[in-house]
């Protein structure tokens, strides 16, 4: 994602589970409970105590814990966004690279600006679902038939 939202505040819901509340005016919940068995760098947060520990960075950009322990804005928007079921900027990129479209024939595809398409595919703007399942419903209408 290249241009990822800033996230503006965050909570500790439960051990594992945090809200972050984003620029783009969402607030979405991130379960990273499966991060310290995917990554021994982050077994530390297998422990509620010290996962309670985290902060948002100065700037937004990501969050952290002490000793280093940090993930940045763009991986969490993509993952708490993925976990809610709603579409995300590499899905979104992914499409138009399956079907070889450019930003102009994207947006022609879709009925929408280039502007708003370029938004999209960078992540500095929410893809709304029903964007999502155009996306999905275009390319089951232009799928190959042998």
């Not at 500790?12 to 990273?32: A, D, H, K």
């Not at 928007?77 to 992914?94: D, I, K, M, V």
Request: with cysteine; glycine share 8%; net charge neutral.
């Amino acid at each position: 994602m290249k241009n990822p939202p800033n996230i503006q505040a965050l909570r500790v819901m439960e051990p594992s589970v945090i809200e972050l509340v984003w620029s783009t005016g969402e607030t979405l919940n991130v379960n990273l409970s499966g991060l310290p068995r995917r990554n021994t760098a982050f077994a530390k947060l297998a422990d509620p105590a010290f996962f309670a520990k985290v902060e948002r960075d100065e700037w937004g950009h990501g969050i952290g814990w002490p000793g280093g322990l940090d993930l940045g804005a763009d991986r969490l928007y993509e993952l708490s966004r993925e976990q809610a079921g709603l579409p995300t900027a590499s899905e979104f990129e992914a499409w138009m690279d399956r079907n070889h479209l450019s930003l102009t024939e994207a947006a022609e595809s879709l009925g929408m600006t280039r502007r708003m398409i370029a938004h999209y595919r960078t992540g500095s703007k929410p893809i709304p679902v029903v964007v999502g399942l155009a996306c999905k419903g275009w390319e089951a209408t232009h799928a190959q038939r042998p």
